[in-house]
């Protein structure tokens, strides 16, 4: 083993698709990281849901696994931060912590029919003007409220106080705690459709609305806080303090040093998710975008602007799983590659529904323009830009909102950072920078969703001593300048936004 003093960082990043685990010393060097994939379910269309047990258990073979690849001890760890697939709800018994069901994913849209009638009671305003998001099958809420009709005796145990609901945060918080701990931050409350984002607590009123016991949920806390201790794992040592929670897209700002208003990023994961800085405004969009909660720390909440595409590098996977386009999803860049262009084909990867700015869970994907001439690396090209054309509707219904808001800097985005496994992609980034018509900065550290709860709970046990410290580390690894000619970008785009309207439509 390593001989290092005691000032590592463990960060568990629990995605969508597997876990990641990374460890983070002192002088900010990732020492090792590694991932464990989990079983996606999917018991009738448009459903999706996680087994809990398979969740603790990637990040627990993950841990270990980052562990033995840096050569260190989990005794050396000062700090544990987690940051998680937001929306997707959990709910447990109080006394075992079973789950009453496997978990529902923020991609699953079972409960469009309840959304629908919200929508037609009259509630969408107010649920807009407390929360800043939409009533839209992607957030906790309704997927709550579904559990506890749902599930057999479900409602008689959330209102007697003995079920606890939480975002996967919540659950692994109160697993490594040994029970002890029901909590959350203020990130991952502002995604459930039940925190006012001017106060950050629990709302009355919506719970009301959607039928939720306020005992279900978990104590709001500020992102500085030590959430928890470790306590009676088989992998972690007690007592190491957990210093961080902190949503996958908020976290990947903070890992982008994203920490001034108007500062950008976009991670290109299982979906796409563009975030921008507000300070301390919430910026209320008319263009279809959400006023979210980015982190508070001693006290003061600092807000974000975001955008999200419901499928993003999953349509890579769709190509191998679904299409065989592909044998491996590292090919597709090779595949797109070998063609000048799309040969005029576009391809809408609304495999879920099309989420921000269009919000339109019954729009279906669609590849159109196909001719005799297309081949599988046009479609596998028209994926890839159906990906950057999805993230350029949303800065440019962003750019719009900035526009229309007296407290917001009008030509604020200038550089847009990107993270996540798709941003190595360099086609696609070269494609996105074209259109958005600024440029797309990759950083050396591309697992910055990992990176941003490492250094959020460095910086709460005091590993770290300011933002400025972490700015300063911060390293560019690629800069992708506009290069497509202005009728080109705009003839791309009319093109897309015919697509669109298809596929909305059917």
Same mark, same amino acid.
């Given at each position: 083993m390593n001989k290092i003093e005691k000032g590592v960082i463990l960060a568990i990043d629990q995605g969508t698709t597997g876990s990641k685990a990374l460890l983070l010393d002192s002088n900010l060097v990732v020492l090792a990281e590694a991932s464990r994939e989990f079983p996606q379910h999917f018991p009738e269309p448009g459903q999706v849901e996680?087994?809990?047990?398979?969740?603790?258990?990637?990040?627990?073979?993950?841990?270990?696994?980052?562990?033995?690849?840096?050569?260190?001890?989990?005794?050396?760890?000062?700090?544990?931060?987690?940051?998680?697939?937001?929306?997707?709800?959990?709910?447990?018994?109080?006394?075992?912590? +079973?789950?009453?069901?496997?978990?529902?994913?923020?991609?699953d849209r079972r409960t469009a029919e309840m959304c629908r009638e919200l929508k037609e009671a009259g509630h969408e305003e107010l649920f807009r003007k407390k929360t800043g998001l939409v009533l839209d099958p992607y957030f906790s809420g309704t997927k709550i409220a579904w559990l506890l009709d749902k599930v057999e005796g479900a409602r008689a145990l959330a209102e007697a106080g003995e079920l606890r609901f939480g975002t996967i945060d919540t659950y692994l918080c109160w697993l490594l705690s040994g029970a002890e701990a029901h909590v959350t931050d203020i990130s991952n409350a502002s995604r459930t459709l039940l925190m006012d984002l001017d106060s950050g607590k629990w709302d009355e009123e919506l719970l009301g609305i959607l039928g939720i016991p306020s005992t279900l949920l978990p104590e709001i806390r500020d992102n500085d806080s030590v959430f928890a201790r470790t306590s009676g794992l088989d992998f972690l040592p007690d007592g190491i303090p957990v210093g961080a929670l902190i949503g996958d897209q908020q976290s990947a700002l903070f890992g982008q040093t994203c920490f001034e208003t108007g500062?950008?990023?976009?991670?290109?994961?299982?979906?796409?998710?563009?975030?921008?800085?507000?300070?301390?405004?919430?910026?209320?969009?008319?263009?279809?975008?959400?006023?979210?909660?980015?982190? +508070?720390?001693?006290?003061?909440?600092?807000?974000?602007?975001?955008?999200?595409?419901?499928?993003?590098?999953?349509?890579?996977?769709?190509?191998?799983?679904?299409?065989?386009?592909?044998?491996?999803?590292?090919?597709?860049?090779?595949?797109?590659?070998?063609?000048?262009?799309?040969?005029?084909?576009?391809?809408?990867?609304?495999?879920?529904?099309?989420?921000?700015?269009?919000?339109?869970?019954?729009?279906?994907?669609?590849?159109?323009?196909?001719?005799?001439?297309?081949?599988?690396?046009?479609?596998? +090209?028209?994926?890839?830009?159906?990906?950057?054309?999805?993230?350029?509707?949303?800065?440019?219904?962003? +750019?719009?909102?900035?526009q229309e808001d007296e407290t917001s800097s009008k030509d604020s985005i200038r550089e847009l950072k990107v993270d996540g496994g798709a941003s190595n992609n360099d086609l696609l980034m070269q494609f996105q920078a074209d259109l958005l018509g600024c440029d797309a900065v990759r950083p050396a550290i591309t697992s910055t969703t990992a990176l941003g709860a490492a250094l959020q709970a460095g910086l709460t046990v005091g590993i770290f001593n300011s933002l400025q410290q972490i700015r300063e580390t911060w390293r560019e690894d690629r800069r992708f300048s506009p290069e497509m000619d202005a009728s080109k970008v705009n003839e791309n785009t009319a093109r897309w936004e015919a697509a669109v309207r298809q596929a909305r439509t059917g």
């Open positions: 996680h087994d809990l047990d398979e969740i603790y258990q990637s990040v627990r073979e993950s841990t270990m696994a980052a562990l033995e690849a840096a050569g260190i001890e989990a005794s050396t760890i000062a700090a544990v931060g987690i940051t998680n697939q937001r929306e997707t709800t959990a709910i447990w018994q109080a006394d075992d912590g +079973r789950p009453i069901h496997r978990a529902i994913v923020w991609q500062e950008a990023k976009c991670t290109y994961g299982t979906g796409g998710f563009l975030m921008l800085n507000t300070g301390e405004s919430i910026i209320r969009s008319d263009s279809g975008l959400l006023s979210t909660a980015a982190w +508070r720390t001693g006290g003061e909440t600092t807000y974000a602007l975001e955008g999200s595409a419901f499928i993003a590098g999953a349509i890579v996977q769709w190509l191998r799983d679904g299409l065989g386009l592909i044998k491996d999803s590292s090919e597709i860049e090779g595949l797109a590659r070998s063609v000048e262009d799309s040969g005029g084909v576009v391809f809408v990867p609304a495999l879920a529904g099309l989420g921000a700015p269009h919000w339109d869970p019954q729009a279906r994907g669609m590849i159109a323009g196909l001719t005799r001439g297309s081949t599988a690396a046009h479609i596998g +090209r028209a994926a890839l830009e159906g990906v950057a054309f999805q993230m350029n509707d949303i800065l440019t219904a962003m +750019r719009k909102d900035l």
